[in-house]
């Protein structure tokens, strides 16, 4: 089995960061707004995700990237599992706005259909996802309450 790592980027990465985003038609990372995580496989650059803050109790998770080569390994699953349990999140909510497809995968971490209203920026985006100017997949909008 692959030894997956994950961590936090440091400032000098996030170029690399952001020409991932980019090739898959993600909106790129600000490191001041965003705690942004990546993933090794065997000391090799091969997966991404991020926290990006909305406010002081929303946020959302969102550019989970694994590149082609390193898909089934579980590197999206380290990915999220890391980010959801970041220690700084107690007493928020975290949205997700997944494709349909990936519903089980987020569900296994809690994230489920919204049981309170949510901020007028994840609205918008899911909005925007689900339009034309978004994705050929439908979004769902899923959020998880952090105890």
């Known amino acids: 089995m692959k030894n997956i ?6 400032k000098d990465e996030l170029s690399w960061v952001n020409s991932c985003y980019e090739k898959v038609g ?6 001041h707004n965003e705690f942004i995580v990546l993933a090794e496989v065997d000391g090799v650059n091969c997966g991404l995700g991020r926290l990006v ?3 002081e109790e929303n946020l959302e998770l969102g550019g ?13 699953t380290k990915v999220v599992s890391f980010l959801c349990n970041e220690s700084k999140l107690t007493g928020k909510i975290i949205w997700c ?9 987020y569900n296994d971490f809690g994230f489920d259909n919204p049981k309170t209203s949510f901020p007028k920026e994840i609205s918008e985006k899911h909005l925007w996802c689900n339009t034309n100017g978004g994705y050929a997949k439908k979004v769902l909008l ?3 309450h952090i105890e």
């Not at 790592?5 to 440091?10: M, S």
């Not at 706005?97 to 995968?105: M, N, S």
């Open 5 to 10: 790592k994950v961590r936090q980027i440091t």
């Open 97 to 105: 706005l997944p494709f349909e497809d990936l519903k089980g995968f």
């Open 26 to 31: 993600f909106k790129t990372s600000n490191f």
């Open 142 to 144: 899923l959020s998880k």
């Open 53 to 55: 803050t909305i406010d």
């Open 64 to 76: 989970i990237f694994v590149d082609d080569n390193y898909r089934g390994l579980g590197v999206a």
